[in-house]
């Protein structure tokens, strides 16, 4: 059973650097892409990023280069840094797996496997 | 980006009955649409993806259909654990988006 796992400090100061990790645990982190995902309370969804077992990363331009995904295979994880962050940083920050699907003509990766989510609030 | 726009943002039901929730992309994406239901307090639940493929273990209940910018989430036959917000989200291009979301009540 593949499960994954937020870590990290759930208050950050205004200026600062969030930095959270992600430890998987069933699956190893050189079969998928791996990806965090944002939720402002009572708001929606928000992806931040993704990366590959390669280091290879793709990141939401939205957050004008705040943001760096890094992999550490040796131990299964994956980090999160979010640097400058503002009160509008404050959310639930979610890791999540790509996992790939197909049908007769069509491949896709979808977020298939959630860590439960861990809540970040950004103080001033 | 492609901007994803779900109607309507709430919904109120019963028990029962049918209801469908539309998701309207921006630009054409094929068929790289991915539906996910969410419970309070709970993480997002993959329920379709590929507009109209069910994520094994989903129940047949639900349904996804549409191509090109129109989709749609059917649930027949609301059950009590069916109350939920309903997101779609495309696959198509990065950034990866998603709906604002679709509030399903009783």
């Known amino acids: 059973q593949v499960q994954l796992q937020e870590s990290g400090p759930g208050l950050v100061k205004s200026s600062e650097t969030l930095s959270l990790t992600c430890t998987i645990s069933g699956d190893s982190i050189s079969s998928n892409y791996w990806s965090w995902i944002r939720q402002p309370p009572g708001k929606g969804l928000e992806w931040l990023g993704y990366i590959y077992y390669s280091g290879s990363t793709k990141y939401n331009p939205s957050l004008k280069s705040r943001v760096t995904i890094s992999i550490d295979t040796s131990k299964n994880q994956f980090s999160l840094k979010l640097s400058s962050v503002t009160a509008a940083d404050t959310a639930v920050y979610f890791c999540?797996?790509?996992?790939?699907?197909?049908?007769?003509?069509?491949?896709?990766?979808?977020?298939?496997?959630w860590g439960q989510g861990t809540m970040v609030t950004v103080s001033s | 980006d492609i901007q994803m726009t779900q109607s309507p943002s709430s919904l109120s039901a019963s028990v029962g009955d049918r209801v469908t929730i539309t998701c309207r992309a921006s630009q054409s994406i094929s068929s790289y649409l991915i539906w996910y239901q969410q419970k309070p307090g709970e993480v997002p639940k993959l329920l379709i993806y590929?507009?109209?493929s069910l994520q094994s273990g989903v129940p047949s209940r639900f349904s996804g259909s549409g191509f090109g910018t129109d989709f749609t989430l059917t649930i027949n036959s609301l059950q009590p654990e069916d109350f939920a917000t309903y997101y779609c989200q495309q696959s198509y291009s990065t950034p990866y988006t998603f709906g604002q979301g679709t509030k399903l009540e009783i």
């Open positions: 999540a797996r790509l996992g790939e699907y197909s049908n007769s003509w069509y491949g896709i990766r979808a977020f298939d496997i």
């Open positions: 590929l507009a109209s």
